[in-house]
T-cell receptor, first 116, second 114 residues
Framework: AQTVTQSQPEMSVQEAETVTLSCTYD???????LFWYKQPPSRQMILVIR??????QNATENRFSVNFQKAAKSFSLKISDSQLGDTAMYFC?????????????FGSGTQLTVLP | KAGVTQTPRYLIKTRGQQVTLSCSPI?????VSWYQQTPGQGLQFLFE???????NKGNFPGRFSGRQFSNSRSEMNVSTLELGDSALYLC?????????????FGEGSRLTVL
């Protein structure tokens, strides 16, 4: 079974600064997807960024980028130029290709607050 | 394009009752998944349906069940409600065809069991 660990329950950052959210995972699979989802106070979960494990290049989406270290099973999210609208709960998630395919395993989440 | 729609958004039930939650996926999406979100257990996978067939099931008791209709809409049912079933139930849909890994979530149904 896969596990996803987010060791930072809460974080805060000043507006326009950069913040990094940590995530580690454990799996025996060699191919899989990793995700960062954002859940604002309105509760709808939104995909922030996705990384395919077979791709060595780190994914980037505008101000959001990841540092994917496959050997270390680490998948951190960097948010640059933080904005007030980035305030949300952030979940790291894993999806494999084997029997658990199409099933997301989530971490416990990191509550990020962007301060004005 | 309309997003994933879940109804009802809020509901209150008492122990022993049953509840049915509904999910309408994004048009063209044939896969629907359900997740339970609680402060204590976090987000946990319930089940996934594709073309009216349950493809995958999480570690929940048989009181939790679901189904999918020919129009891809899905319902989940919880019978004999317990206090611990109080949670936000999230539905997510994904496209047809090969697995892509991206799920689109609804806003959830907040169930309170008294």
């Amino acid at each position: 079974a896969q596990t996803v660990t987010q060791s930072q329950p809460e974080m805060s950052v000043q507006e326009a600064e950069t913040v990094t959210l940590s995530c580690t995972y454990d799996t025996s699979e060699s191919n899989y997807y990793l995700f960062w989802y954002k859940q604002p106070p309105s509760r709808q979960m939104i995909l922030v960024i996705r990384q395919e494990a077979y791709k060595q290049q780190n994914a980037t989406e505008n101000r959001f980028s990841v540092n994917f270290q496959k050997a270390a099973k680490s998948f951190s999210l960097k948010i640059s130029d933080s904005q007030l609208g980035d305030t949300a709960m952030y979940f790291c998630a894993f999806m494999g290709f084997s029997g658990s395919a199409r099933q997301l395993t989530f971490g416990s989440g990191t509550q990020l607050t962007v301060l004005p | 394009k309309a997003g994933v729609t879940q109804t009802p958004r809020y509901l209150i039930k008492t122990r022993g009752q049953q509840v049915t939650l509904s999910c309408s996926p994004i048009s063209g999406h044939r896969s629907v998944s359900w997740y339970q979100q609680t402060p204590g257990q976090g987000l946990q996978f319930l089940f996934e349906y594709f073309s009216e067939t349950q493809r995958n099931k999480g570690n929940f008791p048989g009181r939790f069940s679901g189904r999918q209709f020919s129009n891809s809409r899905s319902e989940m049912n919880v019978s004999t409600l317990e206090l611990g079933d109080s949670a936000l139930y999230l539905c997510a849909s994904s496209r047809t065809g090969e697995y892509t890994g991206e799920l689109f979530f609804g806003e959830g149904s907040r169930l309170t069991v008294l």
